[in-house]
């Protein structure tokens, strides 16, 4: 019948859980035992699974998770969304902590500052005070100065002028406050962020047009003269230098160094600036109402950039590496066969130019001409003025938003450029400091 099937079923199904269980038991026995010989290096699995449930134990009372539910119920991405949600609980609140510590620091820091800015006014207008009246004198009749010896009744003794220096400090704060949130308000100042207002009216309309003419016509002018040198030597050299006294004075060095680089320097300096290290933050919500005291920003040479760029790359520790002084020393591939980036090329060529000037005080000019040929010889001048103008912080803190770098991202004068990528120079590098170095090496 139905019901003897049932009870059969229920038999075996008792009988499995048995044969299961008896043979887990002979399992955990012969690991066991095979541990105790040293004939089984690990552990067995039932003291594995013991050590690692206590774990779970612990971990589950540590992070305050509710498993009242049975976890076999539960999928495995619900059981690691609650472990997430736990750990959040944790982890969360101390980064919150940690950042608004940070924050409080900085904004302390500033505060001091200022304050001690005012102590400093409020100290030297005091001096500036005393000083007049003690220097005050009278002339008598004989026709010399005496010094006015009479004691002064205005005089505040030291008790005093800290009481209102104090309250004085008081009232600056809270004047500060009202005017950080006024400018939020009504300005809407962020932290970071020059104002428009800043430029001058005439520089926003400055127009771009005329330099790229003129870097059009340099351009155009030492591709002639490069392909005249390629037509009668195969091969475009600065000529002899040895023979000329000067050294590289021949018509195409001084087409490169006197127009292309010129013209370059003067499209990329074009809305260039040398950004301040940075406003302080208690000052920086009120930013709007500055620009009518201050002048416009300090201009910036295009050298600067690429240093700027050798720095935030940490250029001297790339150039400097064992690696790359043995290969230098041995003059051995330094790469083992793969291809230097335009970036490695441009790190080194940045470092070249600093040692070799740097110690003569050569001027930017000097030193980005020095750049410029260096780029025609390895014909990567595109490449290397490309890795500058997509440095997006470089020209997001350097370049106003008029000017033509930010505007146009420098495509046309790199389309420009690439005319010369195919033609071959052999220009001098070192033309600035040769005759210095020839000196120094004659004592």
Known sequence: SEREKQEQIEVQKEKQRELILQLKTQLDDLET?????????????????????????????????????????????????????????????????????????????????????????????????????????????????????????????????????????????????????????????????????????????????PLIKKLELSVERVRQLAVKHQQEDHVISSSDLQDIPLGGRDELTLAVRKELTIALRDLMAHGLYASSQGMSLVLAPIACLIPAFTSSPQTMHPWELFVKYYNTKNGQAFVESPARKLSQSFALPVTGGVAITPKQSLLTAIHTVLTEHDPFKRSADSELKALVCMALNEQRLVSWVNLICKS??????????????????????????????????????????????????AF
């Open 33 to 209: 035992f095979a541990y105790q010989e040293g004939s089984y290096d690990s552990l067995p699995q039932s003291v594995v699974m013991e050590r690692q449930r206590m774990i779970i134990n612990e971990l589950i009372k540590k992070l305050d998770m509710d498993l009242s539910e049975d976890i076999a119920t539960l999928s495995p991405e619900e059981l690691r969304q609650r472990v997430d949600a736990a750990i959040a609980q944790i982890v969360n609140p101390a980064r919150v902590k940690e950042q608004l510590v940070e924050q409080l620091k900085t904004q302390i820091r500033d505060l001091e500052m200022f304050i001690n800015f005012i102590q400093d006014e409020v100290g030297s207008s005091g001096k500036a005070e005393d000083g007049h009246c003690e220097c005050a004198g009278r002339k008598d009749g004989g026709g010399s100065y005496k010094p006015n010896t009479r004691p002064s009744g205005n005089r505040v003794n030291p008790e005093d002028a800290r009481k209102m220096r104090e309250t004085g400090l008081h009232l600056m704060r809270r004047m500060l406050a009202v005017l950080q949130i006024f400018a939020v308000s009504q300005f809407g100042c962020a932290t970071g962020q020059i104002p428009h207002t800043l430029w001058q009216k005439d520089q926003a309309s400055k127009d771009y047009s």
């Open 392 to 441: 997006g912080a470089l020209v997001q803190s350097h370049y106003q938003p008029w000017s033509y770098m930010a505007n146009t991202g420098f495509e046309s004068a790199l389309n420009v450029l690439s005319r010369l990528s195919n033609l071959k120079f052999n220009l001098p590098v070192d033309l600035a400091v040769r005759q210095l170095k020839n000196i120094k090496d």
